[in-house]
């Protein structure tokens, strides 16, 4: 005998437990939202413009969107058949090559940095192989762009791990079994059922890479021959050399960019923008 049993759509519970969960997550939102909303009214909204387009201010930004932005591509450029074979393929070794991935956001990022310069600084192994492609690591934008792409590709391969093996290996067995390609599966089934994924892997991997500093500090705390720098080793320098007044400016609009990435993000998780071909609304 069956009978129909109307499922509730939200769990009340008593009143003793609705109190602690409530007033404990409401003070953990409120030491996230508060320091941020302080930093974000600390001066007028004209000295934080003047702050921003400050011609020091303005390139700080610029190279630090411009590595995140390329360290991202190459990330899921090559994170993507790595991410492929993690979801796909059984071997031995692959819980080793799991935790490899894993590893960097584990690891501190002073650490990341000198890591770095023992492989690819100029009397290192890695820098002479550098030196014949006419590129140099030191203070360079390749070396903020490879910083970047240590510290933050974890989450875009991760991310893709998980989509690819959302989607049901009997479809690609289907595929084949029609005569198609092992590319032409990949190409036609994966990516479009797992593009919105890919997207918000590379946002998630864009994001972290614009708010790393320490392992820069280590590898290109400016870039030579211009001496610029990006925008969080700046904020610490305004700090160190002007107090909290100079530094507020650049921070504020940091977070405005953080905020701006966290909505893009959020508005593809909820389909909100676009449709993306073989994927359910």
């Not at 995140?68 to 790595?82: D, M, R």
């Not at 692959?94 to 490899?100: F, L, S, Y």
């Not at 792409?149 to 991310?159: D, H, L, P, R, W």
């Not at 790393?212 to 925008?231: D, F, G, K, L, R």
């Amino acid at each position: 005998m069956h009978t129909n049993r109307k499922v509730p759509k939200t769990i009340s519970g008593s009143l003793s437990f609705n109190i602690i969960v409530w007033s404990t997550s409401i003070l953990l939102i409120l030491f996230f939202v508060v320091p941020i909303l302080r930093l974000l009214l600390y001066d007028s909204p004209r000295y934080l413009l003047s702050q921003f387009l400050s011609p020091v201010n303005l390139e700080g930004i610029k190279i630090t969107l411009l590595a995140a932005t390329v360290s991202t591509i190459i990330v899921v450029i090559f994170g993507f058949p790595l991410a492929y074979i993690l979801a796909r393929y059984q071997f031995i070794g692959k819980k080793m090559i799991d935790a490899i991935v894993e590893l960097p956001i584990m690891i501190p990022h002073t650490v990341v940095g000198i890591a770095l310069l023992l492989v690819f600084a100029k009397s290192e192994p890695g820098g002479p192989l550098l030196s014949r492609f006419g590129l140099s690591f030191g203070y360079s934008m390749l070396a903020i762009v490879m910083a970047y792409m240590f510290v933050s590709g974890t989450y875009a391969i991760k991310t893709m791990e998980e989509a690819i093996k959302s989607v049901h290996p009997r479809i690609e067995l289907v595929a084949r079994t029609l005569g198609a390609s092992q590319w032409q599966v990949v190409r036609m089934i994966i990516i479009p059922q797992i593009a919105r994924s890919i997207l918000t892997g590379g946002i998630l991997s864009w994001g972290r890479a614009m708010s790393e500093v320490a392992a820069i500090m280590i590898v290109a705390p400016y870039i030579i021959p211009t001496y610029h720098q990006i925008a969080g080793i700046e904020v610490y320098n305004q700090f160190v050399s002007t107090g909290m007044k100079g530094a507020v400016g650049l921070s504020a609009v940091l977070i405005i960019i953080s905020l701006i990435i966290l909505i893009v993000l959020k508005v593809i998780q909820y389909q909100k923008i676009f449709y993306m071909p073989g994927v359910e609304r």
